[in-house]
Protein backbone atom coordinates (compact mmCIF):
# COMPACT_ATOMS: atom_id res chain seq x y z
CA UNK A 1 0.00 0.00 0.00
CA UNK A 2 0.70 3.49 -0.01
CA UNK A 3 3.39 4.71 2.29
CA UNK A 4 3.71 7.86 3.89
CA UNK A 5 6.78 9.35 5.56
CA UNK A 6 6.40 12.28 8.28
CA UNK A 7 9.53 13.44 9.18
CA UNK A 8 10.52 14.56 12.32
CA UNK A 9 8.86 11.84 14.57
CA UNK A 10 9.30 14.25 17.67
CA UNK A 11 10.62 17.45 18.28
CA UNK A 12 11.16 19.58 21.44
CA UNK A 13 11.29 23.19 20.54
CA UNK A 14 11.06 26.38 22.77
CA UNK A 15 8.01 28.97 23.25
CA UNK A 16 8.27 31.22 20.24
CA UNK A 17 10.29 29.39 18.21
CA UNK A 18 8.99 28.33 14.20
CA UNK A 19 8.20 25.02 13.34
CA UNK A 20 8.46 22.86 10.18
CA UNK A 21 7.50 19.60 9.28
CA UNK A 22 6.89 17.71 6.66
CA UNK A 23 5.76 14.51 4.59
CA UNK A 24 6.64 12.67 1.69
CA UNK A 25 5.15 10.02 -0.35
CA UNK A 26 5.55 7.16 -2.84
CA UNK A 27 2.58 8.29 -5.00
CA UNK A 28 0.97 11.30 -5.64
CA UNK A 29 -2.29 12.50 -4.20
CA UNK A 30 -4.98 14.66 -5.02
CA UNK A 31 -5.23 16.34 -1.31
CA UNK A 32 -2.83 16.84 1.65
CA UNK A 33 -4.82 17.15 4.54
CA UNK A 34 -2.81 18.15 7.97
CA UNK A 35 -4.42 17.44 10.97
CA UNK A 36 -3.36 17.46 15.11
CA UNK A 37 -4.57 15.17 18.05
CA UNK A 38 -4.24 16.20 21.48
CA UNK A 39 -4.39 13.35 23.95
CA UNK A 40 -7.57 11.37 24.38
CA UNK A 41 -9.09 12.83 21.42
CA UNK A 42 -9.27 12.17 18.06
CA UNK A 43 -7.54 14.40 15.11
CA UNK A 44 -8.64 17.45 13.98
CA UNK A 45 -8.32 19.11 10.92
CA UNK A 46 -6.28 22.28 10.84
CA UNK A 47 -5.68 22.71 6.99
CA UNK A 48 -6.38 21.52 3.97
CA UNK A 49 -4.59 21.81 0.62
CA UNK A 50 -6.96 20.44 -2.51
CA UNK A 51 -4.34 21.91 -5.59
CA UNK A 52 -0.70 21.03 -6.28
CA UNK A 53 1.93 24.33 -5.51
CA UNK A 54 -1.21 25.90 -3.13
CA UNK A 55 -0.10 27.22 -0.33
CA UNK A 56 -2.31 27.81 2.74
CA UNK A 57 -2.45 29.66 6.26
CA UNK A 58 -4.53 28.90 9.01
CA UNK A 59 -3.24 31.69 11.89
CA UNK A 60 -0.19 30.91 12.69
CA UNK A 61 0.14 27.76 10.71
CA UNK A 62 1.26 27.55 6.67
CA UNK A 63 1.12 24.33 4.55
CA UNK A 64 2.03 23.69 0.88
CA UNK A 65 0.69 21.20 -1.41
CA UNK A 66 4.13 20.27 -3.78
CA UNK A 67 4.79 20.45 -6.98
CA UNK A 68 5.25 16.70 -7.90
CA UNK A 69 1.73 15.81 -5.79
CA UNK A 70 4.05 13.44 -3.64
CA UNK A 71 4.72 15.96 -0.52
CA UNK A 72 3.42 18.66 1.83
CA UNK A 73 5.05 20.61 4.24
CA UNK A 74 3.40 22.24 7.75
CA UNK A 75 4.97 25.32 9.39
CA UNK A 76 4.07 26.71 12.36
CA UNK A 77 5.37 30.11 13.59
CA UNK A 78 6.06 31.70 16.91
CA UNK A 79 4.82 28.61 18.49
CA UNK A 80 2.79 28.40 21.95
CA UNK A 81 2.49 26.05 24.66
CA UNK A 82 -1.29 24.79 23.40
CA UNK A 83 0.38 23.84 20.11
CA UNK A 84 2.11 20.54 22.07
CA UNK A 85 0.19 17.52 20.54
CA UNK A 86 0.75 14.98 17.45
CA UNK A 87 0.31 16.18 13.92
CA UNK A 88 -0.50 14.11 11.24
CA UNK A 89 -0.55 14.54 7.96
CA UNK A 90 -2.69 12.50 5.50
CA UNK A 91 -3.07 11.88 1.49
CA UNK A 92 -6.12 11.61 -0.37
CA UNK A 93 -6.71 10.63 -3.72
CA UNK A 94 -10.38 11.94 -3.12
CA UNK A 95 -11.10 10.32 -6.90
CA UNK A 96 -15.18 10.85 -8.01
CA UNK A 97 -17.34 7.88 -6.51
CA UNK A 98 -14.57 6.91 -4.17
CA UNK A 99 -14.95 7.02 -0.70
CA UNK A 100 -12.14 9.92 0.86
CA UNK A 101 -9.76 6.93 2.24
CA UNK A 102 -6.71 8.80 3.78
CA UNK A 103 -3.55 7.36 4.04
CA UNK A 104 -1.80 8.81 7.53
CA UNK A 105 1.67 9.48 8.17
CA UNK A 106 3.54 8.34 11.44
CA UNK A 107 2.96 11.77 13.47
CA UNK A 108 5.24 14.26 14.52
CA UNK A 109 5.21 14.77 18.24
CA UNK A 110 5.78 18.64 19.46
CA UNK A 111 6.67 19.40 22.69
CA UNK A 112 6.87 23.17 23.62
CA UNK A 113 8.92 24.30 26.32
CA UNK A 114 8.43 27.21 28.41
CA UNK B 1 -23.05 20.51 17.41
CA UNK B 2 -22.40 17.51 18.49
CA UNK B 3 -20.49 16.01 15.28
CA UNK B 4 -19.11 12.62 15.38
CA UNK B 5 -20.13 10.51 19.03
CA UNK B 6 -18.53 7.31 19.81
CA UNK B 7 -19.10 5.18 22.88
CA UNK B 8 -17.94 3.63 24.96
CA UNK B 9 -14.54 6.04 25.59
CA UNK B 10 -13.22 2.89 27.39
CA UNK B 11 -13.12 -0.90 26.91
CA UNK B 12 -11.39 -4.16 28.32
CA UNK B 13 -12.16 -7.31 26.63
CA UNK B 14 -11.08 -11.05 27.32
CA UNK B 15 -10.12 -12.89 24.82
CA UNK B 16 -13.22 -14.43 22.67
CA UNK B 17 -15.41 -12.15 23.85
CA UNK B 18 -17.36 -10.18 21.21
CA UNK B 19 -18.73 -6.15 21.48
CA UNK B 20 -19.82 -3.20 19.22
CA UNK B 21 -18.12 -0.15 19.30
CA UNK B 22 -21.03 2.85 18.48
CA UNK B 23 -20.48 5.36 15.80
CA UNK B 24 -22.91 8.33 15.44
CA UNK B 25 -22.66 11.38 13.12
CA UNK B 26 -25.40 14.54 13.06
CA UNK B 27 -23.59 16.25 9.89
CA UNK B 28 -25.69 14.30 7.52
CA UNK B 29 -22.61 13.00 6.35
CA UNK B 30 -23.00 10.19 3.72
CA UNK B 31 -19.39 8.60 4.05
CA UNK B 32 -18.02 7.12 7.25
CA UNK B 33 -15.65 5.38 8.29
CA UNK B 34 -13.43 3.52 11.46
CA UNK B 35 -9.84 3.83 11.56
CA UNK B 36 -7.55 2.00 13.91
CA UNK B 37 -4.58 3.85 15.72
CA UNK B 38 -1.44 1.44 17.25
CA UNK B 39 1.13 3.33 19.48
CA UNK B 40 3.58 5.33 17.57
CA UNK B 41 1.83 4.48 14.81
CA UNK B 42 -0.67 6.39 11.75
CA UNK B 43 -4.66 5.47 11.47
CA UNK B 44 -5.42 2.61 9.29
CA UNK B 45 -8.57 1.91 7.63
CA UNK B 46 -10.69 -0.76 8.71
CA UNK B 47 -14.11 -0.56 6.78
CA UNK B 48 -15.68 2.35 5.38
CA UNK B 49 -19.41 3.17 3.96
CA UNK B 50 -20.43 5.79 1.38
CA UNK B 51 -24.34 5.68 2.05
CA UNK B 52 -26.60 3.47 4.16
CA UNK B 53 -26.48 0.02 3.36
CA UNK B 54 -23.48 0.22 1.58
CA UNK B 55 -19.81 -1.03 3.12
CA UNK B 56 -16.68 -1.58 2.06
CA UNK B 57 -13.07 -3.38 3.81
CA UNK B 58 -10.51 -1.01 4.18
CA UNK B 59 -6.70 -1.74 4.71
CA UNK B 60 -7.23 -4.35 8.23
CA UNK B 61 -11.04 -5.51 7.95
CA UNK B 62 -9.77 -9.01 9.52
CA UNK B 63 -11.35 -9.85 12.38
CA UNK B 64 -14.04 -7.02 12.24
CA UNK B 65 -17.50 -6.19 10.95
CA UNK B 66 -20.19 -3.37 10.18
CA UNK B 67 -23.44 -2.15 8.94
CA UNK B 68 -25.09 1.20 8.05
CA UNK B 69 -28.61 0.73 8.53
CA UNK B 70 -29.26 4.60 8.83
CA UNK B 71 -26.70 7.43 7.47
CA UNK B 72 -26.53 8.30 10.74
CA UNK B 73 -24.82 5.17 12.91
CA UNK B 74 -21.95 2.85 11.79
CA UNK B 75 -21.34 0.85 14.51
CA UNK B 76 -17.90 -1.63 14.64
CA UNK B 77 -18.27 -5.30 15.62
CA UNK B 78 -15.77 -7.65 16.84
CA UNK B 79 -16.86 -11.01 17.33
CA UNK B 80 -14.28 -12.62 18.62
CA UNK B 81 -11.83 -10.11 20.26
CA UNK B 82 -7.51 -11.41 20.09
CA UNK B 83 -5.34 -9.25 22.01
CA UNK B 84 -3.53 -7.67 18.25
CA UNK B 85 -6.85 -5.81 18.01
CA UNK B 86 -5.85 -3.83 21.11
CA UNK B 87 -5.64 -0.40 20.12
CA UNK B 88 -7.52 3.22 19.90
CA UNK B 89 -10.62 3.24 17.38
CA UNK B 90 -11.90 6.18 15.93
CA UNK B 91 -14.82 7.08 13.77
CA UNK B 92 -14.93 10.02 11.24
CA UNK B 93 -17.35 10.70 8.93
CA UNK B 94 -17.30 13.00 5.43
CA UNK B 95 -19.49 15.00 3.14
CA UNK B 96 -18.36 13.03 0.28
CA UNK B 97 -15.64 11.86 -1.99
CA UNK B 98 -12.57 14.37 -1.69
CA UNK B 99 -14.31 16.27 1.47
CA UNK B 100 -11.93 16.18 5.22
CA UNK B 101 -12.76 13.49 7.45
CA UNK B 102 -14.21 14.38 10.93
CA UNK B 103 -13.21 12.24 13.54
CA UNK B 104 -14.97 10.99 16.77
CA UNK B 105 -12.75 11.21 19.78
CA UNK B 106 -12.05 7.48 19.66
CA UNK B 107 -12.84 3.69 21.64
CA UNK B 108 -9.24 2.87 23.65
CA UNK B 109 -10.19 -1.02 23.69
CA UNK B 110 -7.70 -3.33 25.58
CA UNK B 111 -7.60 -6.89 25.05
CA UNK B 112 -6.31 -8.91 27.69
Known amino acids: GQQLNQSPQSMFIQEGEDVSMNCTSSSIFNTWLWYKQDPGEGPVLLIALYKAGELTSNGRLTAQFGITRKDSFLNISASIPSDVGIYFC??????????????FGTGTRLQVTL | NAGVTQTPKFRILKIGQSMTLQCTQDMNHNYMYWYRQDPGMGLKLIYYSVGAGITDKGEVPNGYNVSRSTTEDFPLRLELAAPSQTSVYFCASSRGAGSPLHFGNGTRLTVT
Open chain 1, 90 to 103: AGQLGMAGTASKLT
